[in-house]
């Protein structure tokens, strides 16, 4: 096994990240020091690539037999249309962040939803069949929502604004619904008595809106502490800060918590896994780049 980055050759394989902007990524960290671990010859670049752009470098990326890359935004919607095939998951969400090279057809896969569902177990915590609150309806949420129906959660109560991804929100609640045996309901997050009601039958709340995130850290999706009692499991996809104001008001009440730093490691994992056929070396990954 390289003690080194490997050595890149004419056998090296591509993989990369296509968005912009992307020279804020972790990724290829992530993904270099895992083919590292595993003596694998791939590499992972990022290219920033606007949605206008998107096509022609598709165009290019499959002539060169790109192994596989991700989709950031704003790419992740745009690309449903430029690629051979999607998942069932990806097509119900409407959204990709990883395709496959498979023999030349480029197949679309989202791997959020996921990376979020083995979060919630890597916390310790088995939310099947049961009810869960998840805030905000963009392209995270929507893939969070899409796995956790599939995989079994029995309800799931979907609050958001009243605004432009209303819509969206309500398309949301209906492809679940159709398409699997969850049960989905819409409600608007300023209803604060629907909101009460629904974390009350809820085993998990899920903030997967921007309020709390850096530089905008004083927000919060909760208006009253109190809506959160000790039972319940209160969870955010956002991880800058760690702490969010949502995740300190729920710590203070006694609730369970945990950020999205484990999504982003095991959505990262799964898009490993479908372009090499390995399993990421999580353990080493974790205590180099997520430790603390």
């Given at each position: 096994m390289n003690d080194t980055f490997p050595v890149i050759d004419g056998h090296t394989k591509?993989?990369?990240?296509?968005?912009?902007?992307?020279?804020?990524s972790i990724s290829p960290l992530i993904h270099n020091e895992a083919f590292r671990l595993l003596d694998l010859n791939y590499v992972y670049l990022c290219f920033d690539v606007p949605e206008a752009n998107l096509a022609d470098t598709v165009k290019g990326l499959r002539c060169m037999n790109i192994a596989g890359f991700n989709c950031t935004m704003p790419d992740k919607t745009k690309i449903c249309e430029?690629?051979?095939?999607?998942?069932?998951?990806?097509?119900?969400?409407?959204?990709?962040?990883?395709?496959?090279?498979?023999?030349?057809?480029?197949?679309?896969?989202?791997?959020?939803?996921?990376?979020?569902?083995?979060?919630?177990?890597?916390?310790?915590?088995?939310i099947i069949g049961k009810e869960m609150t998840l805030l905000g309806a963009g392209g995270a949420a929507t893939a969070i929502a899409v796995q956790a129906a599939l995989d079994g959660v029995s309800t799931l109560h979907i609050f958001n604004r009243k605004g432009?991804?209303?819509?969206?929100?309500?398309k949301l609640a209906d492809t679940i619904?159709?398409?699997?045996?969850?049960?989905?309901?819409v409600s608007d997050l300023a209803d604060e008595a629907s909101l009460r009601q629904a974390l009350e039958a809820s085993t998990i709340?899920?903030?997967?809106?921007?309020?709390?995130?850096?530089?905008?850290?004083?927000?919060?999706?909760?208006?009253?502490?109190?809506?959160?009692?000790?039972?319940?499991?209160?969870?955010?996809?956002?991880?800058?800060?760690?702490?969010?104001?949502?995740?300190?008001?729920?710590s203070a009440n006694g609730c369970a918590t945990f950020n999205g730093l484990y999504m982003l490691l095991f959505q990262?994992?799964?898009?490993?896994?479908?372009?090499?056929?390995?399993?990421?070396?999580?353990?080493?990954?974790?205590?180099?780049?997520?430790?603390?």
């Open positions: 591509l993989t990369g990240l296509l968005g912009s902007p992307v020279s804020h430029l690629i051979d095939d999607l998942s069932d998951a990806a097509r119900m969400i409407g959204a990709v962040n990883t395709v496959v090279n498979e023999n030349g057809r480029l197949v679309g896969h989202n791997t959020d939803g996921i990376g979020y569902m083995q979060a919630v177990k890597e916390a310790g915590h088995d432009r991804s209303w819509e969206r929100a309500l619904n159709a398409n699997t045996s969850c049960k989905a309901t709340l899920t903030n997967a809106t921007s309020l709390g995130m850096a530089p905008h850290a004083d927000t919060c999706p909760i208006p009253d502490a109190s809506m959160l009692r000790p039972e319940l499991i209160v969870s955010d996809i956002i991880y800058n800060p760690k702490q969010t104001r949502l995740l300190q008001m729920a990262g994992a799964e898009a490993f896994r479908l372009w090499t056929g390995k399993e990421m070396p999580i353990e080493p990954i974790r205590e180099h780049y997520f430790k603390g």
